[in-house]
């Protein structure tokens, strides 16, 4: 499963994680796309026992750019992986 979160900076649009990346075309504006994948920032359900490897890969995924929209799209990528519990949280 992939998860595709777009944020616009500037005339910028993003799509977050797993640093696959390429360019569209569109109103002249220079597009950079990032593709976040479930495999990579796994899912969390509320677990308590589960929240720490969750968090470190969504670290993890957030360092692999220093894009200020990658960080606006890995945080919205986030809640895409809450099941159970944490999604009924959110």
Not at 5 to 34: D, F, H, I, L, R
Request: hydrophobic share 40%.
């Amino acid at each position: 499963m992939v998860m595709r979160v777009t944020s616009t900076t500037s005339g910028v649009s993003t799509e977050s994680p797993s640093p696959a990346t390429s360019a569209s075309s569109g109103s002249g504006a220079s597009a950079k796309v990032y593709t976040v994948k479930t495999e990579d920032t796994g899912t969390f359900d509320g677990t308590p026992e589960n929240l720490e490897l969750f968090l470190a890969r969504v670290q993890a995924i957030r360092f692999a750019e220093t894009d200020a929209g990658w960080d606006r799209a890995v945080l919205r990528a986030i809640t895409l992986a809450l099941r159970g519990r944490a999604a009924i949280w959110h």
